[in-house]
């Protein structure tokens, strides 16, 4: 019974590590840039959170809707700042120029906040489903996930805006000649992979504490993820969690916790030399 309760709790986690994961490969899906800014989004959606919640009182879950439109606006001045004037460049420019911005976060972070961990003090109690039980913060925020990953789905596949987010990436050139503004399209898809990063931050801070460098833990989770699913697939991004999660849960129940990450970066290369494309990914 102890595994299974285990592997539960990994599950419930894993639904908030493919939201992380779907900022990140969404926007590497459609602009083929790897943003090392991902996991100090991710810390800020955190300290979003704690600062609604201690300075205003505002409920967490509602605080998360605020912080994803922080997010969002965040990604795209991100965009039109950093990004853009490199978007054609190669890879290491984009790549240089996500992590300044990651460490412009993080040192204004640390100057702000220092590295003393905080927490956000939400108590639900907890949910028994037979021999399981497990936190009822950590079922609401696999509630969250899954409701984000459908509004997602339904955005991209069911919008006008989404149509053309699929058609720059598709083909960038293409998409402009049809009249698509593909210089707005792709500020605006950095901007929904900042909200997802910072989502999945807020929903992380409601069970874990945190610190201003905790980010970069989750954001080397993201690239697991992103790996197991399919890079620049954001439903293969929810499965890859669920993975991830799920082994996160077991493994303790067998080993020493400080093996988890080991044996997660051990998958990491076997699946880069086995199926290079993913899980979901498509073969080339």
């Known amino acids: 019974m102890d595994i299974l309760a285990f592997l539960v709790d990994g599950l419930l986690i894993g639904f908030v590590y493919g939201i992380a994961a779907m900022g990140l490969t969404l926007i590497w899906g459609v602009m083929n840039v790897i943003n090392l800014s991902h996991g100090a989004i991710i810390a800020l959606g955190m300290f979003g959170i704690y600062l609604l919640f201690s300075l205003f009182g505002v409920n967490p879950y509602i605080g998360v809707v605020l912080v994803a439109l922080a997010g969002l606006i965040t990604g795209m001045l991100i965009y039109a700042i950093a990004i853009h004037r490199v978007i054609d460049a190669p890879h290491l420019s984009t790549l240089l120029a996500t992590f300044a911005v990651n460490m412009i976060i993080i040192g204004l972070g640390t100057s702000a906040f220092s590295t003393s961990p905080r927490n956000v003090d939400v108590a639900l109690g907890s949910i028994e489903m037979g021999p399981v039980a497990f936190p009822a913060t950590r079922a609401v925020a696999a509630v969250a996930s899954v409701l984000v990953t459908g509004a997602l789905y339904y955005f991209l596949y069911r919008t006008t805006l989404g149509k053309y987010i699929?058609?720059?990436?598709?083909?960038?050139?293409?998409?402009?000649?049809?009249?698509?503004?593909?210089?707005?399209?792709?500020?605006?898809?950095?901007?929904?992979?900042?909200?997802?990063?910072?989502?999945?931050?807020?929903?992380?801070?409601?069970?874990?504490?945190?610190?201003?460098?905790?980010?970069?833990?989750?954001?080397?989770?993201?690239?697991?993820?992103?790996?197991?699913?399919?890079?620049?697939?954001?439903?293969?991004?929810?499965?890859?969690?669920?993975?991830?999660?799920?082994?996160?849960?077991?493994?303790?129940?067998?080993?020493?916790?400080?093996?988890?990450?080991?044996?997660?970066?051990?998958?990491?290369?076997?699946?880069?030399?086995?199926?290079?494309?993913?899980?979901?990914?498509?073969?080339?």
């Open 166 to 284: 699929r058609a720059v990436t598709d083909n960038r050139a293409a998409a402009e000649l049809m009249g698509i503004p593909s210089a707005r399209i792709l500020a605006l898809s950095f901007g929904l992979g900042t909200m997802l990063a910072a989502i999945a931050g807020g929903l992380i801070a409601t069970f874990f504490p945190f610190t201003i460098l905790s980010g970069a833990t989750y954001e080397l989770k993201s690239f697991v993820i992103c790996v197991l699913g399919g890079v620049g697939n954001p439903v293969g991004a929810l499965v890859g969690g669920l993975i991830l999660g799920s082994l996160e849960g077991v493994i303790p129940a067998f080993m020493p916790t400080s093996w988890v990450p080991v044996l997660e970066f051990i998958l990491f290369v076997v699946i880069l030399l086995v199926r290079p494309t993913g899980l979901l990914g498509r073969k080339k």
